[in-house]
């Protein structure tokens, strides 16, 4: 049951993440297409090290 649920929790705390950087994005208004990508290649290169 535990391996199950980090099986299940790991995607879910993923897709959170980005959630998350989602709305901080949106609030903090608009952003550059630059400054979009390297929080992409941040983000990438953070889920790769794991």
């Not at 705390?13 to 609030?27: K, P, T």
């Amino acid at each position: 049951m535990p391996a199950r649920r980090s099986a299940i929790g790991t995607p879910t705390l993923v897709l959170s993440g980005i959630a998350v950087l989602a709305l901080h994005r949106s609030y903090r208004g608009a952003n550059t297409h630059d400054a979009m990508e390297a929080e992409t290649a941040i983000g990438a290169q953070a889920l790769l090290r794991r």
